[in-house]
């Protein structure tokens, strides 16, 4: 069984400017949630033990979540 996932999270999100310039491309909503919510619960429902995210700006990222769950 299966019990780690990478997620490579270390793009810029250049392609989706301007939305990326407010939020990291991972946390932008679909269906009014963010998108790495998604793939996180796949992993869940999977049965997935260990996630490790592979990321350039970490900052970045936690500034992102923090604006969405204020």
Avoid: W
């Avoid at 392609?15 to 991972?26: D, H, N, W, Y």
């Avoid at 619960?41 to 997935?48: L, N, R, S, V």
Wanted: some cysteine.
């Amino acid at each position: 069984m299966i019990k780690q996932a990478i997620i490579p999270l270390a793009g810029l999100g250049t392609r989706l400017l301007p939305l990326t310039s407010v939020f990291a491309k991972e946390l932008l909503p679909i269906n009014g949630k963010p998108g790495i919510e998604y793939i996180l619960d796949e992993c869940i429902e999977a049965g997935i033990k260990e996630i490790i995210f592979i990321t350039i700006n970490f900052i970045k990222i936690l500034l992102s979540v923090k604006k969405i769950h204020i």
